[in-house]
T-cell receptor, first 111, second 112 residues
Framework: DQQVKQNSPSLSVQEGRISILNCDYT??????FLWYKKYPAEGPTFLIS?????DKNEDGRFTVFLNKSAKHLSLHIVPSQPGDSAVYFC??????????FGKGNQVVVIP | DVKVTQSSRYLVKRTGEKVFLECVQD?????MFWYRQDPGLGLRLIYF???????EKGDIPEGYSVSREKKERFSLILESASTNQTSMYLC???????????FGPGTRLTVL
C-alpha cells in the first residue's frame, strides 16, 4: 500500500507563475519530509525538506508547507522558471533512514 | 559536497546475463540504498545496507542481490537478467548530518 501519494501526475504552468505540487501521506509516524527534483537521465537531487515540528520551510523560490492534521504537504515554486521543468518526488521518513517516495509529478514550465 | 558515482550511465545486456551495477560514495556514509525508477511507479527500494557486510531487503528484492565489502562501495547484482529488469537504477547514500539521501546519476539498464 502506497504510503506517500502524489496525485495529478503532470502540471503545466506559465513562466513566472506559481507551481503548486501536492503530496499526501498515510503513516502518522512520518516526521521528516523531503522534495527531490529529477531531470531525465539524471539522479534525483535534494531540493528542500521540512521537519514535523514546523509547518513551513522556505528556500529561495521554493517553499514547503506541512499540514500534519491533514497529513498533507505542498511545494510552491514562485516564480516558476523553464529550468524548473522536471519530475518532482515527495518523500517521507519515520526516522529509520529509509524514505518512502511518491510516484512523482511532471512539471512543465512554458516560456 | 556529497559525491555518489555509479559505474555506468547506460548498459545493454542480454537475458540471462549476470549484471553488476556499482556505486561509490566518498563521504564515509554508513547507509546506502539501491532503487529502481519506472514510469508511473516512482522510486522503489530494492535493497539497502547500513554497514559493511550488512544488507536488508527493500520492497522489491526479488531477482536481485547486493554486496557491501567496503564502506564506500555498494554493488547491485542481477544474477540472471530478465527483460522486466529493464529500468533506471539509482544508488543513494544517506547523511545522518543532514538527514538526507543523496543520489548518484543513475544507470539506465536495458535487457534484451
Amino acid at each position: 500500500d502506497q504510503q506517500v501519494k502524489q496525485n495529478s501526475p503532470s502540471l503545466s504552468v506559465q513562466e513566472g507563475r506559481i507551481s503548486i505540487l501536492n503530496c499526501d501521506y498515510t503513516n502518522s509516524m512520518f516526521d521528516y519530509f523531503l522534495w527531490y527534483k529529477k531531470y531525465p537521465a539524471e539522479g534525483p537531487t535534494f531540493l528542500i525538506s521540512i521537519s514535523s515540528i514546523k509547518d513551513k520551510n522556505e528556500d529561495g523560490r521554493f517553499t514547503v508547507f506541512l499540514n500534519k492534521s491533514a497529513k498533507h504537504l505542498s511545494l510552491h515554486i514562485v516564480p516558476s522558471q523553464p529550468g524548473d521543468s522536471a519530475v518532482y518526488f515527495c518523500a517521507a521518513s519515520d526516522g529509520n533512514n529509509r524514505l518512502a517516495f511518491g510516484k512523482g509529478n511532471q512539471v512543465v514550465v512554458i516560456p | 559536497d556529497v559525491k555518489v558515482t555509479q559505474s555506468s550511465r547506460y548498459l545493454v545486456k542480454r537475458t540471462g546475463e549476470k549484471v553488476f551495477l556499482e556505486c561509490v560514495q566518498d563521504m564515509d556514509h554508513e547507509n546506502m540504498f539501491w532503487y529502481r525508477q519506472d514510469p508511473g511507479l516512482g522510486l522503489r527500494l530494492i535493497y539497502f545496507s547500513y554497514d559493511v557486510k550488512m544488507k536488508e531487503k527493500g520492497d522489491i528484492p526479488e531477482g536481485y542481490s547486493v554486496s557491501r565489502e567496503k564502506k564506500e562501495r555498494f554493488s547491485l547484482i542481477l544474477e540472471s537478467a530478465s527483460t522486466n529488469q529493464t529500468s533506471m537504477y539509482l544508488c543513494a547514500s544517506y547523511s545522518g548530518y543532514t538527514d538526507t539521501q543523496y543520489f548518484g546519476p543513475g544507470t539506465r539498464l536495458t535487457v534484451l
